[in-house]
């Protein structure tokens, strides 16, 4: 059995530059894998099956049996396979788990089908799943441009603690594409916001907090109404320069002190919030 652990991601910046003729919109992020992972795993089959231990997670109608399907089709393997799924990330959270999970699927499938696809190959057909995805098949730290299709991978975050909260707040459905549609034209930024933490990580400077961005936050607060109570409320259990993780809603705060980041985890715990201690990985977790 072949087993293909699928990392969360947070963005560090978001920066959206303006509408793009085809619909989409242009962005300028810089992506940060963490070690919350789904775990996929992988045998033969006759035909493509699925099977995932959340019951609220329906795979068929997911990024994965997608990413099964386009792989079937474009090498013309004539048989399947069986892809077991064991849910760690939250569902709809902003952390990508849907799209980590489709890279899963293409560097799983792609190694026990024995297709020998190239990465470059890989990546072909990452943007025909989702925005996300081709940053999942790198890994690690990147910024992201375009839609989300194109990955230039930058030297590593210094190793940091994440404490993630997600707050208990209603599903929405196609949420990301309607915080695009809230934002503004003063919402758009020009990318120098992602490019001084580019240069910083680049130059080996220090990573300071206070650079991290998300221009969804200027709607995301409206758009979940509660959203902004949580975030006062993990300010006062001790967050600092708290983000929201993507389209959200999970929030999350970066501390290099390990002790900090386990007080604060630990009364969130307590106060019976859904929350996660994590690290930054600072290296390509699913390269074909």
Known sequence: ?????????????????????????????????????????????????????????????SLVSRAAALLQQVSDFPKGATIEIKKSIPLASG?????????????????????????PELLELAPRLGSDVAFFLYGGTALVEGRGERVIPLPPLPHSWVVLLMPP?????????????????????????????????????????????????????????????YREHYLKLGARDVHLAGSGPTLFT?????????????????QGLESYLVETLPSPEQLA
């Open 1 to 61: 059995m072949l087993t293909v652990r699928a990392p969360a991601k947070i963005n560090l910046t978001l920066e959206v530059l303006g509408e793009r003729p085809d619909g989409f919109h242009e962005i300028r992020s810089l992506f940060q894998a963490v070690n919350l992972c789904d775990s996929l795993s992988f045998g033969l089959g006759e035909k493509l099956q699925f099977a995932c231990d959340d019951p609220d997670f329906i795979p068929e109608e």
């Open 169 to 229: 707040l209603p599903r929405i459905a196609e949420k990301t594409a309607q915080l695009y549609a809230s934002l503004k034209p003063g919402h758009y930024s020009d990318g120098q916001i992602t490019q001084k933490l580019v240069s910083q990580l680049n130059e080996g400077g220090e990573f300071k907090p206070s650079l991290l961005f998300n221009t969804f936050e200027n709607v995301a607060f409206d758009f979940f109404p509660e959203l902004k109570v």
């Open 95 to 119: 952390l990508g788990g849907d799209s980590s999970d489709a890279a899963a699927v293409l560097s799983g499938l792609n190694r026990l089908w024995q297709l020998g696809l190239s990465p």
């Open 254 to 270: 970066i501390m290099e002190d390990k002790a900090q980041a386990e007080e604060l985890y630990q009364r969130c715990q307590d």
